[in-house]
């Protein structure tokens, strides 16, 4: 990423943005939502990371960014990431960098170092901004993606998970635009914003409509952010965190185009617009409206509950969008879209169609980008022995995600509820073996330097902005070597003594089994690398691939597992609150993981804290209002 331009340190916590001005924010990503859910994939040859399109060798992913934050929030990152390094909650084994496609063959598209490739998605921004067009000896009239859902089956209401079609990026505008390379916001569907103190103000671009022809009002975005509170949406914490009957007076459409949001108490504009910026505005009130209303009037928790059963429970077959192009129809094979030529940006599209074809497996998504069948992809991850089957018109480009496969402990299961022995696994396994053989020679894994709990390898955003000044006070791990010695020592001092080969004690082997998801093949071959390591210095390790319905559905949520395989941070953020909250603080934590609230950590900052006994999710919860 580049450098930012604007010094947070500096900075009023009211701060006014403008629809094309661009606005630096030191270290975030932009996709929020809920942050740190499982990885979602459908298919049964799929990518734990859900990735890019990238060919490492043709994209430029030289993106330094300079970390700004005022002393008092970097001291607090600091101290959570000391916490996590030296008790280990989770072990991050590498952070990925996303593949995506986009064809030059009769298209226009930037190249794979320019910065307008690097948002979450190119597929949804580039045909906005006029950056993704046909060639003008091109024969082609249509955009052609792919899509995971039977297309007749897929649906558009996104507080209904159950096949959500991807034709969405097409047909719904998102609240803002973040581009991850220069770091800065700009107004979409939202024009306009305000963060102070005490309120938030939206703003409606002007000249956006649905595809009914009605405008897209102040009403439409506060029906957005409600449902989205009313949904279980982070942002709920910070405007109703004890009682989500007062959202109905805390966000109000104040006039046909301005939404008020009152805060429950001040907090960091940084994490505030991350959990704004990737809504995509879908609550037209001619559609949502009595759900709302619903939720809005609510007696008590019960009828609420209901009100909400009826939201999630709703299908929308055929939506009713803001987007530049518009539903159109939908069979067994795929969605058609054609282009809304009353959108704000209609004038940037010089195609009259898009359109998704079904293809519910990798492996046929490889293929269509391999015989130019789709013009691209917006996250997919293709091994190298696949990529090289590329025609030279698909170019790749990598795409950070801020997130990557991490080692879970459960702690209510021995022997990793001992922090010796989660040290020990640390030192032992080797990092980088295992992101270069779970990236299958893509280099679009790297291995994690310091277990820390922050994100940024691919731009030295850790040592060289995070943990400026402090980084010698962290254990590494060794990253690249299997650090056998000092991971005997930690379980010697546990208890445990070497006899044949095996580690033992009390007679018992040292046995340590790994779930994950098998549908994972990127998870599965760096679980096998870890496996190999442990194996090789003595533990009984071994891999427990299961279906992805079951691990997820059953023995991970349900925390039956030793050490389970997810995403260790929260996927496309920088900012390290998320990952912290995601870590400390997510369900996942306390019911998957059964995390303590407490843990005995050595401190780094004695103004942080006053003693060893610490509670880290009190230090996540000051950081987010910690002025950036």
């Known amino acids: 990423m580049a450098n930012n331009h604007t010094d947070h340190e500096h900075q009023s916590i009211l701060s006014r943005r403008r629809f094309v001005s661009g606005v630096s924010l030191a270290g975030i990503a932009g996709l929020a939502g809920c942050g740190g859910q499982q990885a979602e994939q459908t298919a049964t040859e799929t990518s734990g990371d859900g990735g890019d399109e990238t060919d490492a060798g043709d994209t430029d992913t030289e993106t330094e960014t300079e970390v700004q934050a005022t002393s008092e929030a970097q001291r607090k990152i600091q101290e959570l990431a000391y916490i996590t390094n030296q008790t280990l909650p989770v072990l991050p084994v590498m952070e990925k960098l996303a593949q995506s496609f986009q064809s030059t063959d009769d298209w226009n598209v930037p190249g794979t170092d320019s910065d307008a490739v690097q948002t979450y998605w190119p597929t949804e921004w580039l045909p906005r901004e006029g950056q993704w067009t046909a060639t003008d000896d091109s024969d082609d009239d249509r955009l052609t993606f792919a899509q995971w859902a039977v297309p007749q089956d897929s649906q558009y209401n996104p507080w209904n998970g159950q096949n959500y079609g991807e034709a969405r990026r097409l047909m719904f ?16 569907a939202i024009q306009d914003w305000e963060v102070g103190e005490e309120t938030v103000s939206l703003t409606v671009r002007e000249g956006l409509t649905w595809h009914n022809g009605d405008a897209v009002t102040a009403t439409d975005v506060a029906n957005q952010v409600k449902l989205d509170i009313y949904n279980g949406g982070s942002l709920g914490n910070f405007v109703a965190p004890e009682d989500v009957g007062a959202v109905s007076d805390r966000v109000t459409a104040v006039d046909e185009s301005t939404v008020e949001i009152t805060l429950a108490e001040p907090a960091s504009e940084t994490i505030l617009l991350a959990y704004l910026q990737p809504k995509r505005l879908t609550a037209h009130d001619g559609s949502y409206g009595e759900f709302v209303t619903a939720l809005d009037e609510a007696a008590g928790e019960d009828e609420r509950a209901s009100a909400l059963s009826d939201l999630t429970n709703d299908t929308t077959p055929e939506p009713v969008g803001c987007g530049p192009f518009q539903f159109e129809d939908a069979d067994s094979q795929r969605t058609l879209l054609t282009k809304y030529e009353d959108h704000p940006d209609a004038d940037n599209i010089n195609v009259p169609e898009a359109e998704y074809l079904y293809k519910p497996q990798n492996q046929g998504r490889w293929n269509s980008l391999i015989n130019n069948e789709t013009d691209g992809s ?38 990793v509820d001992d922090v010796r022995v989660r040290k020990a696994i640390a030192h032992v396994v080797n990092r980088e073996n295992a992101a270069l053989n779970s990236g299958a020679g893509t280099q679009s894994k790297l291995a994690v330097t310091y277990p820390s709990g922050l994100t940024g390898e691919f731009n030295d955003q850790i040592e060289g902005g995070w943990l400026d000044g402090v980084a010698d006070e962290f254990e590494t791990y060794g990253p690249g070597e299997s650090q056998t010695e000092a991971a005997a020592s930690l379980l ?105 609230s407490e843990f005995e950590s050595p401190i780094l900052h004695d103004d942080e804290r006053d003693g060893e006994t610490v509670t880290p999710v009190d230090i996540v919860d000051e950081l987010s209002t910690a002025n950036q």
Do not use: C
Not at 385 to 406: A, C, E, F, K, T
């Open 173 to 188: 505008d998102r609240f803002m635009k973040y581009n991850l390379a220069t770091q800065e916001y700009t107004g979409y």
């Open 492 to 596: 010697r001092d546990a208890g445990y003594e070497k006899q044949n080969g095996t580690w033992q004690k009390d007679g018992e082997p040292l046995e340590l089994p790994i779930k994950g998801p098998s549908g994972f093949s990127d998870w599965v071959t760096g679980v096998e690398t870890i496996v190999s390591n442990l194996k090789d210095f003595g533990i009984e390790a071994e891999s427990v691939m299961l279906d992805n319905s079951t691990y997820w559905g059953s023995d991970y949520s349900n925390g039956d597992f030793v050490v389970g395989l997810q995403g260790w941070a929260s996927y496309d953020h920088s900012y390290p609150y998320f990952h912290f909250d995601w870590i400390f603080n997510s369900w996942d934590a306390k019911n998957a993981w059964n995390l303590p």
């Open 378 to 415: 917006a996250t997919l991850f293709m091994p190298q022995n696949r990529l090289n089957q590329l025609p030279d018109s698909m170019q790749v480009s990598l795409i950070p995600r801020h997130w990557g496969m991490g080692l879970m402990f459960n702690f209510e299961e021995e022997p």
